[in-house]
Antibody, heavy 120, light 107 residues
Framework: QVTLKESGPVLVKPTETLTLTCTVSGFSLSNVRMSVSWLRQPPGKALEWLAHIFSNDEKSYSTSLKTRLTISKDTSKSQVVLTMTNMDPVDTATYYC????????????WGQGTTVTVSS | DIQMTQSPSSLSASVGDRVTITCRASQSIGSYLNWYQQKPGKAPELLIYTASSLQSGVPARFSGSGSGTDFALSISSLQPEDFATYYCHQISSAPWTFGQGTKVEFK
């Protein structure tokens, strides 16, 4: 069974750095047919794709957030980590990680999401 | 960045209705478009990938069509469990972008 689970702080202060971890099971981060994306959804708003990492460690980022985001993976730990610097209240959202198949870049399995609030 | 525009933003329908949601890309994306369904408080679920391929386990009443810049998601006979928000997502070129969502509500 394939699962993904996000973990990280519930509350961060403005200007702090957010670190989120996606722990996967049921597949390997070295599988060339699979990869992992991070996305977010502010309350009541649409989904927003943030970043993506392939099995060969190739990465891509949202244009608007590129300077603040870093995605990395530890294949041995089955974890994908997203860091976002200089957090602001507008970054308050539910953050999701999703397995992304190379076939059509379809996000076929999602984590349950983790809600992050940015407030002093 | 490629902009994705869905229409309508919301619609009211009844059980048994045929529903169609459209999604337009600001430039050609071939067939690199996926559709997701999201229910309140839940993570999105994949419905359709590469414009028209039905994800395993998704009921056949869902179908996708289109290529280039114009796409559609259709539900042939709306069921109670289909009341949700639907998103299109282009994966033709990074940064990948979503439509703003279409909320399907009870009439």
């Amino acid at each position: 069974q394939v699962t993904l689970k996000e973990s990280g702080p519930v509350l961060v202060k403005p200007t702090e750095t957010l670190t989120l971890t996606c722990t996967v099971s049921g597949f390997s981060l070295s599988n060339v047919r699979m990869s992992v994306s991070w996305l977010r959804q502010p309350p009541g708003k649409a989904l927003e794709w943030l970043a993506h990492i392939f099995s060969n460690d190739e990465k891509s980022y949202s244009t608007s957030l590129k300077t603040r985001l870093t995605i990395s993976k530890d294949t041995s730990k089955s974890q994908v980590v997203l860091t976002m610097t200089n957090m602001d209240p507008v970054d308050t959202a539910t953050y999701y990680c999703a397995r992304t198949l190379i076939r059509g870049y379809a996000m076929d399995v999602w984590g349950q999401g983790t809600t992050v609030t940015v407030s002093s | 960045d490629i902009q994705m525009t869905q229409s309508p933003s919301s619609l009211s329908a009844s059980v048994g209705d045929r529903v169609t949601i459209t999604c337009r890309a600001s430039q050609s994306i071939g067939s690199y478009l996926n559709w997701y369904q999201q229910k309140p408080g839940k993570a999105p679920e994949l419905l359709i990938y590469t414009a028209s391929s039905l994800q395993s386990g998704v009921p056949a009443r869902f179908s996708g069509s289109g290529s280039g810049t114009d796409f559609a998601l259709s539900i042939s006979s709306l069921q109670p469990e289909d009341f949700a928000t639907y998103y299109c997502h282009q994966i033709s070129s990074a940064p990948w972008t979503f439509g703003q969502g279409t909320k399907v509500e009870f009439k």
